[in-house]
Nanobody, 121 residues
């Protein structure tokens, strides 16, 4: 089993910054992908940024150039630096990990509990 614990959410003013952290623990595999998702009230959960252990980092168009995802593989952590925040960034942000033992194994997916980000004056 894998546990994901997010931290760093809170209240920010428009134009401000926040940094989210997600720590993974438990039975971790080297073939993995770490992602940040978010869900606003009344909206579907959407992918914000994706950082595979090996591969290309990708972002949603809405956050490109403002958000940066990064990983610390030694500490099994993933971060989301959010700059120039906008009110529409207000949401619960979730950390997601997908992993497999080897290339032929099935995927296992885990979610964190979420952390609230509110952007308002």
């Amino acid at each position: 089993q894998v546990q994901l614990v997010e931290s760093g959410g809170g209240l920010a003013q428009p134009g401000g910054s926040l940094r989210l952290s997600c720590a993974a623990s438990g039975m971790l595999f080297n073939i993995n992908n770490m992602e940040w998702w978010r869900q606003s009230v009344g909206q579907e959960r959407e992918l914000v940024a994706s950082a595979p252990a090996r591969g290309r980092i990708t972002y949603a168009d809405s956050v490109q150039g403002r958000f940066t995802i990064s990983r610390d593989n030694a500490k099994n952590m993933v971060f989301l630096q959010m700059n120039n925040l906008k009110p529409e960034d207000t949401a619960v942000y979730y950390c997601k990990r997908t992993q497999r033992r080897d290339p032929f194994d099935r995927s296992y997916t885990y979610w964190g509990q979420g952390t609230q980000v509110t952007v308002s004056l």
